[in-house]
Structures are given as C-alpha cells and as structure tokens.
C-alpha cells in the first residue's frame, strides 16, 4: 500500500510534458504546473498563432500567461528525493508511443520490461515480480517486451496457438488440430522450433563457410594485387636503370661526336687559315709590283721607258681557286649522313621490340604476375587443403580421415541429397582459390582427378564428359585425360602419387606425376579462360576397397 501512496505522489510531481520529475515548478493560471522550461518551450512554438494553450486542459489565451514559481510543489519535490522517491530509473520509465506498455499498471502506464507468452500479458518491473518469486510462473516463458503477444491468440478459439501444422504450415492451437487440421501432421511449436532452428544452424553454417571461402579468395586477390604492384614497381626501376644507363651511353657517344667535329674543325680551319694567310701574302706582293708598274707607266722619256722595260720582272702565275680543298664540308655532310643513318636504326629497333613488348603487355597476368613455380618447393607455396563434400559423394563412398580420404564400400553411407553424384565420385566442399596446388594419392584401383564447375550437368555426368570439368585419370600402368567427353592418352612416368596446379587468373591447369620428394613430372597442361568458380573432384573406379586421399 505504501508502495501504491509513493507511487501516486510520483505521478504528481511529474510534469506531463517531459514525464519526468519537475524540475523548477511553475503554475499557470489555470493551476496546472510544468517544468518552467517545458512549458516556456511549449508557449514558445506558439507566438506565431498569439494563442497560448494549457498542455494538460487546453484552456487557451490570446496572451502569454506570466508564470511563477511553485514555491510550495518545489519544496515537495526536494523532500521526496531526499526520502529516496527520485526519478524513475530507465527501467521504470514511463511507456512512450514506441514502447511497450505493462498491462497491469493503472493510470499513466510503465514501461514494459518482459512479456510473457504463457499469459500474453507485458509487464513492468514491478508486476513481473511474481513471475520470479512464484513457482506457479515456473514454467511460463518470459521474452522480450512484444506488441505482437495477440498474434498468438487463435482467432477461431480465442486459445493460445501451442502447436504448428506442418501440413498447412501454420501455427494452430489444440482445437484446431481436432477440427480443420484433424488427420494433419501436427506437432508441437516448441518441437517445429527446434527443428527450423537446427536447419537455421546449418544454413547458417554454410553461410558462414561461403563467407570464410570468399574471404580467402579476397586475401588471394589482395595477394595477387601485391604481387602485381611489386612486379610492376621492379620493372619500372629497372626500365628507369636501363634507360638511364642507355641515355648515359648516348649523352657520351654525343659528347664524343661533338668532340671530334670540333677537333676536325680546328684542323680544317687551321689549314684554311695557313692557305689564306699565304694568299693575302702573294697580294700583298702583287701590288707592290702593281704600284712599280704604275710609276714605270708614267715614265716622259720614250726612250728611257723603251731601254728599261726589258729589265722588268716577270710576272708569276695566276693562282686558280678552284684548286682550294672544301673537304670540312664534306666530313661534315659525313658526320649527319652517319648520325641519321645511326638514328633510323636505332628508330627501327625500338619499333620493333616495342611493338613485341606491348603485344606481350596485353597479357597482363603473365607479365605482372609472379612467374609460374617450377620446383615442387614452388608448388608447395601455393599448397591448399581439400575438404570433401558428404552431400556430393556417392553413396556408397565413404569419407573418411577429416572428409579428405574416399574409400568405396559395399553399404550406402549417406541418404538422398540434391547435389549427389550417381557415379562414384566426390566434389570438394570449398570452391578453389585463384592459385592452388595439391596432390593425390592412389591407394588400391584407379582414379580420377578433376577440377569442375559446380552445376546441373556435372552433378549429373562423369568428370570429364561435359566442358564443364576436366579429369585426368591414374590407373595401373597408364594415364589419360577426359575434356568434353573426349579422352585422350597421355604419356608419363607411373607414380602412385598426382599433383594438380591450377591458376585461374592465367587460365592454366596442369597435372603432375610426383614420383619422390622432389621429382615431379608434367603429364598435361591445359590453357582456357574459366568461367565459373571451380571445385576439387574425385572418381575411384568401382570395385570395393579402391580407395584415395588428398594430400
């Protein structure tokens, strides 16, 4: 009872706007009180209408009430706190329009903290109370706060819906199950729970297995991207050193050239200097001759000039200069004729191998990519464990050694599934990585390894006679490989032992025989483009005891 008075006190000292204990009471005129800021927000929205309302009676004024301080509420309000009566916990708030409301609580509601299926009502804290201390609750189901509780109720019998038809696959009561549902397959809910939850469980374990097998391939892919980028990174430094090294040998084959036309410049035009020097000498001769001559010419006396013209000097041979050596021209008509001759080669080359190199970068996979391994060490880098998959083997394969060995067997080891093999052969349970290796070991009779899409017409059909799988077969004494239901023979050392490597990126499939530790032999390759994601597979011929393992 004294829990009901401090509860009533409660609700009067909350304000019905924030719904929490008031903090700073103030009254209007009409006598109803507020947080002093609540309701100041409140009238504040309103100025635009200059129409003021009461947020509890909606007693309305065309002017903003003043508003005072309840002296005498607020004095209350810090006594009952100091008695221990404060604000509601979170638990215990009141119920909102979102949430759940207690069915029990009269007047402003709680919020619910549980709902119980057996009653179908919500209760708060408070109320719950019996339903833990009681054991006439004992057996009731407590859940998370429901609107929906009524959704249990028959709407037919108005009785709790307990039981599931799994005929009509609907939730019905037990009246129900006597009148339109009599003759049905009916169990109980609880039952069909446990069984949609079993199957909820495996779904979600192969959801989570698809996410570990994309997960892988995107850290393969994050790989392959490293490895692409530092492929590429090493042949831009060393193409920058091979052209760096190229651009220093021709910068000195030009500082050669330069060299030598100047030195030949500098002879020639020192010979032509020397050549020159002795014309202007001769002209210099020449006209002091001229000038003699021109005095000699101006002689009055007839007969002296007569008497001394015999004793005149004979004049010397005129040079010709057409006799003068142009050969600088020529050694440098010599010198470009070479350099471009050098240059066109030197073009030609470069457009040949380029024109190669870019042909060659259109793969870019071969180019960029880490080179394809060679040694068995290579191989065991890319090294990737198969799990057989149960659903996909015959029945009377049985798998055994953590789902990686396949022995045949007289009895039927597994029942009916949609992704069963009616040959005797097994699919991996994983789709492959981008690049992988593994190897077989053949125990007793023979066997085929297969790589293979995942669908229909392989389900259906023996590795090999569709071109959606590829399967190269071991038996005593020979090999052969299967590809769209042709089969051809291929040569090798026997061994008891095959090695698959596949690198979908590069299209490449190839299969080994490993004959020792490190003695690998290829038997085929196959080069194509792969559609799909691609599974490991398995064929033993069918004779009992033939076993296989991966390795």
Known sequence: MAQKGAQLYQDAICCSICLEVLKEPATTPCGHSFCMSCIQAHWDKEDEKEVYSCPQCRKSSTLRPVLLKNTMLAALVEELKKTGLEEAPADHCYAGPEDVACDVCTGRKLRASKSCLMCLISYCEQHLQPHYESPAFGKHKLVEPSKKLQENICSRHDEVMKMFCRTDQQCICSLCSVDEHKGHDTVSAAAERTERQRELEGSRQNLQQRIQDIEKDVKLLEEEVKAINCSADKAVEDSEKIFTELIRLMEKRSSYVKQQVRSQQETEVSRVREFQEKLEQK???????????????????????????????????????????????????????????????????????????????????????????????????????????????????????????????????????????????????????????????????????????????????????????????????????????????????????????????????????????????????????????????????PAIGNTAEML
């Open 283 to 541: 002209i210099s001769e020449l006209k002091k001759k001229d000038a003699a001559l021109e005095d000699f010419s101006h002689t009055e006396d007839h007969t002296q000039f007569l008497q001394s013209y015999p004793s005149l000097p004979p004049l010397s041979e005129s040079t010709d200069s057409s006799s003068i050596n142009v050969l600088p021209l020529r050694f440098l008509e010599d010198v470009k004729a070479a350099l471009s001759k050098f240059r066109e080669r030197l073009l030609n080359v470069l457009r040949e191998k380029w024109t190669n190199v870019s042909l060659t970068v259109g793969d870019v996979d071969i180019l960029l990519s880490q080179p394809q391994p060679k040694t068995r060490a290579d191989f065991l880098r890319y090294s990737h464990k198969i799990t057989l998959d149960q659903n996909t083997a015959h029945t009377r394969l049985l798998l055994s050694e953590g789902n990686q060995k396949v022995t045949l067997t007289p009895e039927q080891n597994y029942p009916r599934h949609t992704d069963r093999f009616i040959d005797w052969q097994v699919l991996s349970r994983e789709s492959l990585p981008g690049r992988c290796y593994w190897e077989v070991e053949k125990g007793v009779g023979g066997v085929a390894v297969a790589v293979a899409y995942k669908d229909d017409n392989t389900v259906k059909g023996k590795f090999g006679d569709s071109d959606k799988s590829w399967a190269l077969g071991f038996y005593k004494g020979r090999y052969d490989f299967r590809h769209n239901n042709i089969a051809t023979p291929v040569p090798g050392p026997q061994a008891s032992r095959v090695a698959v490597y596949l690198d979908q990126s590069a299209g490449i499939l190839s299969f080994y025989s490993v004959s020792e530790e490190t003695m690998m032999t290829l038997l085929h390759r196959v080069k194509t483009p792969f559609a799909q994601p691609l599974y490991a597979g398995l064929r033993v011929n």
